[in-house]
Structure formats: C-alpha cells, structure tokens
C-alpha cells in the first residue's frame, strides 16, 4: 500500500492538474471503486457534477479534493483511498481507457485532460464525506498528523508512545498514533536508528524518541525526492510514473544480502502477516523482561 511520500507525489500532482476545475462528468465504471460511499454510483456521481474541485490535501497516507463550491456541498469532499494498486491519472481525454479504469471526471474547460482513477485489485477506491471544522473528511477524524506535517507534536508522541505499552513498529504502523508510516518506511527508519522491531516502547527515552523521529523524516523526505518507492510498476503518479526510492533501500527487501553499515546478512522474519527486515547485529532482539519474584510467566 502507497506510504506518505507515494500520496504526497500523488496529492502534488491532483494540486498541479485537477485542482482549480468544475466537474462536467462523472462515470463509474465498475461498483466497488465506490462502495465506501454507501449512497452508491449514482449519487456519488451526482454529489460532484457541477461542483468545482479545491486545493488538493493529504493527512498521512489518505488524500482528498475538498468541493470548493459556494454552497452546502463545500463542507465535503471526494477521499481517495488508492489500497495496494489504486492510481489516480490524468490523461489527455482522447487516451485510450485503461483495462482497469474504474471511475472518470471530466471538466468543463478546455484543458482536454480529465481525472482517471484506475484500480487492478479494486481495493481502493473513492467516496464523498462531509468535513469536519477541521476540514478533514469526517471518516479520517481519528488519524493522527504525519511526522512531515509542521503541526505535528512531537513531545505528545513521546508521551502517546511511552503510554501505549507496545513494541516500536507496532507504533509506528498505528495511524491513530502516527500516521504516514507504513511497513517499507517503518523498517527503513528502525534500521537506522538502530532498533529492533520488537523493542518495547515503554523504555524509550525523549531523546531515543527524537532519533527515531528525525530518521522516519529523512527517510521519507529522501524517498519523497525521487518519486517513492515501487516495486511493481502499481504505484504510479498522476502521470504515470513510477518513484526510485527502492534503489535505494537499506533494510527492506534486502534479504540475504550484507548490511550497508555492518556486512552481516540482513533477516527477514515474519511478522503481522507482513514481513520485517532487519539487521541481526545492529538491530540487537531486546532482551526479554525479568519477572518479578515469586511471579510466574504468562502461558
């Protein structure tokens, strides 16, 4: 699933083409790209016609196009959610149809462009919401600001985090704790910060907590830079390109192969049914914590 830097090349681009213009028309094309907009097709495309599209904006890994009509409509937006194959294009209006287009919008300039939202597996998908006072789309009320957001609250973190009695990627995969942070960044950023998937957050200090923040920042800035990461040409910008970053990836995906800092071999393990990468000797396992006398240890 596309992580903050992939939605943010994505949002930069609906800024630059979709942003600004009045929707025409609206198609869908196949039922479950709108399914998490419960009034169905019809109404989804109904609720946009006529209405014109507002900056675009992202908080973590969801973006949406506020409606940016004088009217009641206004306080809603269109939330894209891509899922593991979601692409949001824009294309010239006489491009042929992709095989797996799911929904159209066409404007009514003379741009000859139009907004294409084109999905393999059907995971992802688009609806409309009404926003919140904050202007977010009411469903997206509970996920937290992204390390890369000026607004985000870095001593709360520490403190969220030393609350929540977990381990440290468990955390960082929490979206209502820290969002933006998915499984590629997550073992990227514990790389190099020297840290195990599996460490307790409990025993993290202030200080330990900056390290981390600053490396899951410069991590995602880096792969920001170039476009994210794509592994299997799913992931695409507005104009269909893919992102560079997995050249340049430390820990994950690189099984078997030598440690960039140390040369030991990395790992992979199983884990959430996802799967860990990491370094057995610069990521020590934590040691497990000592009972207190007398108290025997859960089954």
Known sequence: MPELPEVEVVRRGLERWVSGRTVAEVQVLHPRAVRRHPAGGEDFAARLKGHRIGVARRRGKYLWLPLADADADADASILGHLGMSGQLLVQPETAPDEKHLRIRLRFDDTAGTELRFVDQRT????????????????????????????????????????????????????????SGVGNIYADEALWRAKLHYERPTAGFTRPRTAELLGHVRQVMSAALAVGGTSFDSLYVNVNGQSGYFERSLDAYGREGEPCRRCGAPMRRRAWMNRSSYFCPRCQRTPRPRPQPPGRRPRA
Do not use: M
């Open 123 to 178: 995971f992802g998908g688009l609806s409309v919401h009404d926003n919140t006072p904050d202007g977010l789309p009411d469903v997206i009320a509970h996920i937290a600001r992204d390390p890369l957001d000026p607004a985000f609250d870095d001593a709360a973190f520490h403190a969220a985090l030393r609350l929540r009695r977990t381990t440290i990627k468990r955390a960082l995969l929490d979206q209502s704790l820290i």
